[in-house]
Nanobody, 112 residues
Framework: EVQLVESGGGLVRPGGSLRLSCAASGFTFSRYPMSWVRQAPGKGLEWVSLINDGGGSTTYADSVKGRFTISRDNAKNTLYLQMNSLLPEDTAVYYC?????RGQGTQVTVSS
């Protein structure tokens, strides 16, 4: 059974940083691309970033480009999202995604 467990969210001031993690199990993690998506209060799901299976290719939504960095450790079956220069509009529940599967999410709140 595919399991995705996100962690690392919290409350941070504008301009701050957080590092999210996603522990994956139930599939061969190293063979598949992975994504981060987010859902802000009252809004739909927004794609944030994608990384290929080997970690050598990444893409980002324009809204986070230059501030967020996606990475992965295939030896640990873990996906990461380093978020810097956070803005209030980054407030959302963040999910890692494998195909159509998401975890329970981790809340990120950016507020002074």
């Amino acid at each position: 059974e595919v399991q995705l467990v996100e962690s690392g969210g919290g409350l941070v001031r504008p301009g701050g940083s957080l590092r999210l993690s996603c522990a994956a199990s139930g599939f061969t993690f190293s063979r598949y691309p992975m994504s981060w998506v987010r859902q802000a209060p009252g809004k739909g799901l927004e794609w944030v970033s994608l990384i290929n299976d080997g970690g050598g290719s990444t893409t980002y939504a324009d809204s986070v480009k230059g501030r967020f960095t996606i990475s992965r450790d295939n030896a640990k079956n873990t996906l990461y999202l380093q978020m810097n220069s956070l803005l209030p509009e980054d407030t959302a529940v963040y999910y890692c995604r494998f195909n159509s599967k998401r975890g329970q999410g981790t809340q990120v709140t950016v507020s002074s």
